[in-house]
């Protein structure tokens, strides 16, 4: 009995090992700004602005925590892409998106793969707005940007 619960025990530890292993996140922005929750940004999940001391991104709580994480990593790495992108689009939607894509598909395309079958499998041709397009749009963009 007692070597069944330790077997299960050990079983259960190594699948939570590899999944925490399969979410490894390496991504990192080239220099951070503040970043804090706020739920008067709804209905967004994100939003860069540009304050007395420069850029800070606020982040909807709400949305936050319901989301898969990927999606989380993706939305940071987008609000990040406002700072940083500087084109090829009219739309600075579009910019923040490819910005993303291109750093995700150089540091973690498992997760830029997720956020895409999210996109297409979730949203499809639901979600976004008029700047954002809905979840096919995106994942097309996304696959351009990224060469994926």
């Known amino acids: 009995m007692v070597k069944r619960l330790f077997l299960a025990v050990f079983v259960l530890m190594l699948a939570a090992f590899q999944t925490a292993q399969a979410q490894q996140v ?9 970043e804090y929750f706020d739920r008067s940004i709804a209905p967004y999940g994100g939003f860069t602005s540009m304050g007395p001391n420069g850029p800070y991104i606020r982040f909807n709580p709400d949305m936050w925590f319901r989301a898969p994480s990927y999606m989380n990593v993706f ?10 992108s500087r084109g090829p689009f009219a ?24 956020v895409i079958a999210y996109m297409l499998n979730v949203m499809g041709p639901n979600g976004g707005d008029a700047t954002h397009g809905n979840g096919f749009q995106m ?6 940007c990224s060469g994926r």
């Open 75 to 84: 939305l940071r790495a987008h609000e990040y892409g406002h700072i940083f």
């Open 26 to 34: 390496n991504w990192e922005p080239p220099y951070r700004v503040p």
């Open 139 to 144: 994942a097309q963009l996304i696959r351009q």
């Open 91 to 114: 739309n600075p939607e579009a910019n923040a998106d490819c910005w993303a894509a291109r750093e995700l598909g150089r540091t973690d395309p498992q997760i830029l793969d997720q």
